[in-house]
């Protein structure tokens, strides 16, 4: 067996490793996120001090296919872990592309770790590499965000005027309103203030509701010749980026069971299936109740292509944390993978039910009820995925997919075409050049 997955991945919607992760990050907390708070902060328990092997020499195809085992520490919310990984593969990458694609990734663990230093850091040398457009923007809003929460509006307007550049949507508007009214530039913050809350106005989240009103009260105290953004306001504003959710990484049984799921999360992160395996083995058996070392062995045969071991692994995890909703969406894709699509539709179901706004599960319950030839069932769930993404070619390709089996020809060519136009796989591209083909000829 290779020591690093290459070509393999175990999910039933393929993506790009790379971004799964990004994905996985983005679910969990979206770039500078006005739409919702962070999560209370877990106590923290100290882990045990061990001493890890060093990194083997990876060959640069190698080092760049860890990045694929990203995607199981963010699901864990070990962010912790995620940024362990990226230290490896800094490390061993020669790629500045490479480079810049996972300082930005660092940053954002960073971010949900509460160390907001250590991700501006990363974000401006992700940056200097020559970070991807999309991503420069977030990274450019999340340093604006950053230093005007410190009271620096001249070091963050440089910034927040290049993130609103590329991409004026409401957060960015935000951030750089927030700088402009730090800097006394009235009459531009309240522009800035009132374009996101023209965006705002239709959402029901009640969150996003009481962000917008004090936004309202700071554009009412504005015009008003008023100073509402205080030093106590901004003191608010920074507990609200507090750290978020922090894994359960020690043991309640014993230190030795932590020592040895702590050496399997190292092996796990280097490809090191078959040791990972046994470390994850020895810390359950010192301690039968420890449910990320039963979720992180799922996620290892998942890569092994061990269906059934992954799946009793995930529904130990389950039983011992029903809260872990990535438990439950894993459970669904290994169902699916057994041909066991009933079981898989209602574990997506719960996935979701616990986790509302993941939008994989939605779109992993789509491709099991095509399995079903529910094809009406797969249309709302991709309608749902595609409210939040609408620029995904593979969504739109799937819905064009339901639409075409449904007889809604001119829905099922408007999504083929958007698909192709964004650009698809390969393989999918060639379906769905063919599927358009029969469609315009009068075919379905």
Known sequence: MNRLPVHRNPFVITVLALALFVLGLAACAPVRPVEGGTAPAAPLVELPQID???????????CNNLLSLASDFVRADDYAGVVQLIDIVLGCSQSDD?????????????MQLGDWQAAIDDYRQALALGLESADAAGARNNICWFYALNDQAELALPYCEQAVAANPSASYLDSRGLAYALSGQTEAAVADFEAALAEWSAAADPQI??????????????????????????AALRAEDAPGVQPALASAASQAATEHFLLGRHAHMLGQFEQAVVEYTQAIELDPDYWPAYFYRGTVHMWQEEWDAALADMQATIALNPQQAFAQHYSGLMYTRLEQVDEAIA???????????????????????????????????LDTVLRSQPDSPTILFMRGAAHRALQH???AISDLERALELGLPAALQQQAEAALKQLREGFF
């Open 409 to 411: 020809r001119g829905q």
């Open 98 to 110: 490479v480079k810049a694609g996972v300082l930005f990734l660092r940053a954002e663990a960073n």
């Open 52 to 62: 890890l092997p060093p990194a083997p020499d990876f060959s640069a195809e190698e």
């Open 209 to 234: 509701q009481a962000i917008a009103a004090q936004r309202q009260a700071w554009v009412d105290a504005l015009r008003a010749g008023e100073s509402p953004i205080t030093p106590a306001v901004l």
């Open 347 to 381: 574990a997506y179901s719960r996935a979701i039910a616990l986790q509302p706004d993941e939008m994989s599960f939605y779109a992993d319950r789509a491709a099991a009820y095509f399995a079903q030839q529910d094809f009406a069932a797969a249309l709302t769930d």
